[in-house]
Every structure is written in C-alpha cells, then in structure tokens.
C-alpha cells in the first residue's frame, strides 16, 4: 500500500529529482500527473490550508503567473484560486508531496526529503 503521493509534472526537473531521490532511498510512492489528472477543488483548499495559505502553494516566480492578466494575479476567495489553478495547474509549485497522514509539502531539496522521510 502506498501511503506517499507525490504531484507534478512529468517533465519538471525538479519532480524528476524528488522521484529519482524517493526511488534511490526505497521510499514507496505513486506519481500523479496533475495536469492529466486534474486535483479536485476541495483537495486544493486542503493543502493550502496545511501549507499556510495560497501564497505558499502557488509559484508566484513562474512564467505562467508573469504572464496572467493583472486581475487574474489577486484571487480574492478560495473558489477563485480553485479556478485559477484548475486552468494554469503549472501555477502550483512543483512537486506536491501527500503523506498518508494527511501532511503536505511543496518542493524538493536533497536535505529536505531527509528530513521529512528520516533517511
């Protein structure tokens, strides 16, 4: 049974490196391509509620947010991030990391995966 899903992008350097990390240490994991399987709205709300708010799950230094629309870029409510998200999901930093337990983690360091995973 997996218990750790990790959320990105196939082609993302940096989802490459968390799974090639996750693989080298035996960590079990699945990989779920979150633009061939979009992430539910309620989903989306949970993990910006454990990370701290939008501002932490969504990659602001991105090309994709440069190139929103000025009114696109200040969502005021959580159906409105819902929906941004929903239509730009490279907005979302990369990769999201769901334990069993429910924990939620964005990015990938070398030091931060031994920290979260003991090895």
Not at 20 to 49: G, S
Not at 68 to 76: A, E, S
Request: glycine content about 8%; proline content about 7%; charged content about 25%.
């Amino acid at each position: 049974m997996t218990v750790l899903t990790l959320y990105g992008l196939p082609n993302c350097d940096t989802c490459k490196k968390a799974r090639n990390w996750l693989n080298r240490f035996e960590v079990a994991h699945a990989f779920v391509d979150y633009r061939a399987q979009p992430v539910p709205a309620a989903t989306l709300k949970e993990w910006a509620q454990h990370l701290g708010g939008w501002e932490k799950l969504v990659n602001k230094s991105s090309t994709t947010w440069r190139n929103l629309l000025p009114q696109r870029k200040n969502p005021g409510s959580d159906p409105e991030w819902t929906l941004l998200l929903k239509e730009y999901p490279a907005l979302i930093r990369r990769p999201v990391v769901q334990q069993g337990d429910g924990a939620v983690s964005v990015g990938f360091t070398d030091n931060g995966f031994k920290k979260l995973f003991g090895k």
